[in-house]
């Protein structure tokens, strides 16, 4: 797997006429050039010939373990790395090998006793005193069996396969199986064949065949996207598949110490009309570092493995979002995800949960898979996915519970697997509504997973729904961050810890609300000036009057203090109170009052307090209704009233307003004579300013419509 992430072209031997120099140099080249596949045999004879006859150094020995490590030859590299640690001969560097060499070749009951050893000879070694810490974990993952199986899926006799992803009802996935073209083209690392994508059209029937001419015209290839002349792949795509995320090798090569590598580049296509553009605004790459394996997770956001400069160590897996119009600079994921080594392949299922393969982390050997995990330490995902060899390129449909693994733990030959887990009949109902009760549609619930730290957003349906499949052991925060209309929800807590049909209902108030209070008489006919008073919490009093149609509107926050009651008061009309039930719930609401009449005794009948004309002096019958109003003040001592009075039209405005003033004084000075503070009552005269007829000046009226206009009026004041 050592090609897996950079990849290399390569520079020219030189040769010497002595033969062990020879040798020597020529393994030395090869092993410069990353040509270990060719170093290898060559270190191996010359370790042999130390071995036996002395000849050389125990230099042989390391980069005959080297070469054979990076081809991927572990228990050659095992076999010469074990003669440096038996003939005492081994560094610090050689133990922590031996070590990942016991792992990668299954040997894991060596482990311990082999620390052991080491720390007898280099006690204080920092490094070896953390496999120490390390190995009991390592050998206790041997009992960690996992839920899923594993099973071949191809196994082709030629080329190596892996990460395999779905596209329409087959996969897409990354073989070097192929030759394309007409020269020969292969990787010297591992002399493989450069990497193409292929796709088989039905993932039941893995094995698809090409005929020889069909080979020669490349249709074992995916050509949706142009293939180039070295690596192609991993590819992978968003939900839909009108995104797709693919690596390759860049075409311009960065040159360090006369080796010159080809890093990894990542390119995002949008599938536009049928056919697969490059989207430009897409470039996280430069030729001095990798940038590859993509993926998208649930939000549609982008992650991916760089060895950029800035990370922990390694190949560190970052994101990246696009917002605005623009992408975000790359953000490391952290210490609960990478390491001083290299962290691959990442992978988001719908759940929101990631996956990726490591080799920081603690595990059995090579890449081991792991999720991400907030407790500091990523779940290893146990046997038999992982193994002592490398495994990655997880993909899992968590829905339906199968996927697909790579893994080269058959004679260290990268080999696609299918995998499979128990899927568990849980599901989750999360029903938003405001406070009181009424669904809210089209809201983004967020989806925390704790263990994995990833946060997933659903949109809630009509009915303010939103249906989640967790698997068992998931544990989610639910929550509703608000909007222009909503506050936010109080976050919510469910682990799935047994199968079931489960509900959370999240809460939400509204930020704003329109409030409504209409007055109406017996008739259905509006009540004007009609006294509002709007008792809180905090014992506050808001007070207003009601408009010509009977109506007082207000707008309140969701921050303002509870409403406890709404008191309604009318001259000549029973008090109404609206008692409220206290609650914090800021709903709209449209209060709708029929106010009851009071008795003739007490009805105030302000028609009948009438002037003669031109004439200010109370009328007897007058005097009566006054004292109807006077008794109903005194029932009220909090009640403050205006009351005006009107003229008609005939004589100037000037001389009208005078006489209007002084027929609301005489009334205001009855009431006061009566017993009333003259602070609780006002006299306002509007002379002809406010007919409530057509009989202005020059209109010929009849008297009864000119006594209409001749008239007292009521209005409660707000102080």
């Known amino acids: 797997m050592k090609k897996i992430f950079i990849f290399l072209f390569l520079f020219c031997a030189s040769i010497t006429s002595n033969a062990q120099a020879f040798k020597e140099d020529y393994a030395k080249s090869l092993s410069a050039q990353f040509k270990f596949v060719e170093a290898y045999p060559v270190w191996a004879d010359l370790s042999d010939n130390f071995v036996k006859k002395q000849k050389g150094d125990w230099s042989y ?4 373990t080297e070469a054979a490590y990076n081809s991927e030859q572990y228990k050659n590299a095992l076999h010469w790395n074990s003669i440096i640690t038996r003939g ?13 060499l016991l792992r990668m070749n299954n040997m894991h009951s060596l482990l311990v006793a082999s620390v052991d050893s ?29 839920e899923f199986e594993v099973k ?39 002399g493989q064949n450069y990497y193409e994508l292929t796709f088989i059209k039905d993932a039941n029937s893995p094995y698809d065949s090409h005929s020889a001419i069909g080979k020669l015209k490349n249709n074992d290839v995916w050509n949706e996207i142009e293939h180039t002349y070295s690596h192609d792949g991993p590819i992978s795509f968003n939900k839909d598949f009108t995104n797709a995320l ?37 470039n996280f790459n430069d030729k001095h570092f990798s940038t590859g394996h993509g993926v998208f997770d649930v939000n549609g956001n982008i992650i991916f493995a760089s060895d950029r400069p800035g990370g922990l160590g390694g190949s560190d897996l970052y994101n990246v979002s696009y917002t605005d119009g623009k992408w975000s600079v790359p953000n490391n994921l952290g210490k609960y995800v990478n390491t001083s080594s290299d962290e691959l392949f990442p992978f988001v299922d719908s759940n929101g949960t990631m996956y990726f393969s490591s080799k920081g982390w603690v595990g059995l050997g090579g890449l081991d898979v792991f999720s991400a995990n907030t407790a500091g330490t990523p779940n290893h995902i146990g ?65 925390k997973n704790k263990l994995s730290n990833t946060t997933i957003s659903q949109k809630t349906d009509k009915e303010g729904k939103v249906l989640l499949k967790p698997r068992l052991k998931d544990e989610f925060e639910i929550s509703y961050s608000g909007n222009e209309l909503y506050a936010s929800s109080k976050s919510l807590p469910f682990n799935a810890t047994s199968e079931g049909k489960f509900k959370i209902n999240l809460e939400s108030n509204y930020l704003k609300s329109n409030q409504t209070i209409t007055l109406l008489d017996e008739n259905g006919k509006p009540l004007v000036g009609s006294l509002i008073q709007i008792k809180s919490k905090d014992n506050t009093v808001k007070k207003a ?49 029929t106010m009851q009449k009071m008795s003739d005794e007490k009805f105030v009948k302000l028609d009948l307090v009438l002037y003669d ?56 000075n009855y009431i006061i004579k009566k017993g009333i503070s003259k602070d609780r009552i006002i006299a306002k005269g509007y002379g002809e300013n406010q007919l409530t007829n057509k009989c202005s000046d020059g209109v010929n009226c009849t008297e009864e419509a000119h006594q209409a206009n001749r008239r007292t009026e009521l209005r409660f004041v707000i102080k």
Not at 154 to 165: D, I, P, T, Y
Not at 629 to 642: C, G, N
């Open 545 to 593: 009057n009601t408009n010509e149609d009977g109506v007082y509107s207000w707008s309140r926050t969701s921050t303002e203090s509870v409403l406890t009651e709404i008191n309604c008061n009318t001259v000549s009309y029973e008090d109404h109170m609206i008692k409220l039930d206290g609650s914090d719930c800021n709903a709209p609401q449209n209060y709708r009052v």
């Open 152 to 190: 071949d899926f191809r196994n082709v006799s030629k080329g190596e396969e892996f990460a395999a992803v779905p596209y329409e009802k087959g996969l897409v996935f990354v073989t070097s199986e192929f030759n394309t073209g007409f020269l020969a083209r292969k990787d010297t690392w591992t």
């Open 118 to 146: 080491a720390l007898t000879l280099i006690p204080a070694e920092a490094a070896i005193l953390e496999w120490k810490k390390q190995a009991p974990t390592i050998v206790s993952y041997l009992q960690d069996t996992s």
């Open 383 to 447: 046997i038999p996915i992982n193994t002592s060899s490398d495994d990655f390129a997880f993909y899992l449909d968590a829905e339906a519970g199968t996927g697909y693994l790579s893994s080269n733990r058959n004679s260290h030959k990268d080999q696609i697997f299918k995998i499979s887990t128990p899927v568990y009949d849980i599901e989750l109902e999360i029903i938003l509504t405001a406070c009181d009760k009424k669904p809210i549609e089209n809201a983004t619930i967020e989806i």
């Open 61 to 64: 020995l390391r980069m005959a």
């Open 613 to 668: 004309f031109d004439k200010y002096f109370l009328r007897t019958a007058s005097e009566k209704e006054l004292d109807k109003l006077i008794q109903y003040m005194m029932e009220r001592p909090e009640l403050i009233v205006e009351l005006s009075s009107h003229t008609d039209c005939r004589g100037t405005n000037s001389y009208n307003e005078v006489l209007s003033q002084n027929r609301a004084q005489s009334c205001v």
């Open 246 to 282: 693919l690596t390759r090798n860049f075409e311009e090569l960065d040159t360090i110490a006369r080796v010159k590598y080809a890093r990894l580049k990542l390119i995002l296509f949008k599938k536009e009309e049928g056919k697969w553009i490059e989207d430009v605004t897409f």
């Open 88 to 100: 005492n001969q081994a560094l610090p560097a050689d133990w922590t090998l031996h070590f990942e």
